[in-house]
């Protein structure tokens, strides 16, 4: 009888844990899906709030603004985006935080990418993008006028 009821509760744990995690998961992505919306205005620059200082620290303003704009001259807007990986570390306590990792499978109205967001929430705050990577997948020419991508 002891036993059934330990093991009762090592499934209640496991159970809260998960819904954590998949809370996590689901704001991750909430901020990802901000990031894609942003992505799609006409300014490259609409993006920058979405990314955490510690981004900045390693990568440059200027530099970051500079590759997207690049980026958008070749691939242009974001057409859909398609989670196909994710995981999620969360830390309970004093230093209480979330870490989370999503990989995309993005659309462009010229490409096809890879794009993998690394993502960061301290405790009280919302997610923020620590580490950003694309990986081009399919590619029109660079100043090519095709559109689309097969």
Not at 22 to 27: G, L, R
Not at 56 to 84: A, I, M, N
Not at 123 to 147: D, R, W
């Amino acid at each position: 009888m002891r036993a059934g009821v330990i093991g009762l509760a090592a499934c209640a744990v496991l159970a809260l844990a998960a819904c954590g995690i998949t809370d996590e998961k689901n704001a991750a992505a909430a901020c990802a899906d901000r990031y894609f919306a942003a992505a799609a205005l006409d300014d490259v620059t609409a993006v920058l709030p979405l990314y955490s200082p510690e981004f900045f620290t390693t990568t440059p303003r200027d530099t970051w603004v500079e590759t997207l704009r690049q980026f958008r001259d070749r691939c242009r807007k974001p057409l859909s985006h398609d989670l196909v990986s994710w995981s999620v570390a969360r830390r309970t306590g004093r230093d209480d935080h979330a870490r989370a990792k999503l990989v995309y499978d993005v659309h462009y109205e010229r490409c096809r990418t890879t794009e993998t967001l690394e993502l960061f929430r301290p405790s009280g705050a919302q997610f923020a993008i620590v580490s950003h990577s694309l990986e081009m997948n399919e590619s029109a020419p660079a100043g090519s006028e095709k559109t689309t991508t097969v």
